[in-house]
């Protein structure tokens, strides 16, 4: 049912628990299914993500998610993190259930709700960010899978 990978990043999820004064902070959930995922950035003066940490509640595989999201925008620009889809969250960890892909959408989310966090703390502007939705599960049924 679940790769290995994602068997990994749920039984070692990498990068959990929170950045004290974080760069930004973004919460998203899914009401069909109860999971709430917040991801924490550290983004530095050159726009580069040094850190990312996430707290989940949820399923193993939004547990898994939300690391593998972690790992990927660590290191990358904030126009980089922004360009991770579900899509990508869900090849890095060789795929998921489709009853489970709601859970990569929660990642792409989050993602975009802490650089949203971080571009209102700064008053800047970044291109091709909109601002974020709260719960997944109203866009879900737009999503092409």
């Known amino acids: 049912m679940y790769s290995e990978k994602v068997m990994d990043h749920f039984n070692n999820p990498r990068n959990v628990g929170e950045i ?3 760069s930004g902070v973004g ?3 899914n009401a069909k299914c109860g999971d709430i995922m917040r991801i924490y950035l550290d983004i530095d003066d050159n726009g ?5 940490k996430f707290k989940t509640f ?5 547990v898994a998610t939300s690391s593998m999201a972690t790992e990927l925008v660590k290191g990358k620009t904030i126009q980089e993190a922004l360009e991770i889809t579900n899509k990508a969250v ?5 795929g998921l259930p489709p009853v489970k892909v709601h859970c990569s959408l929660l990642a792409e989310e989050a993602i ?4 949203w966090d971080y571009a ?11 601002p974020p939705v709260s719960d997944i599960s109203e866009h879900e049924e737009e999503e092409n899978y």
């Open 120 to 130: 209102q703390k700064n008053n800047i502007e970044i291109e091709g960010l909109e």
């Open 27 to 29: 919460t998203v959930g």
């Open 112 to 115: 975009h709700a802490a650089l």
């Open 48 to 52: 580069i993500i040094k850190e990312a």
């Open 20 to 22: 004290e004064d974080a």
């Open 58 to 62: 949820g399923c193993g595989a939004a």
């Open 90 to 94: 869900m090849e890095a960890l060789d």
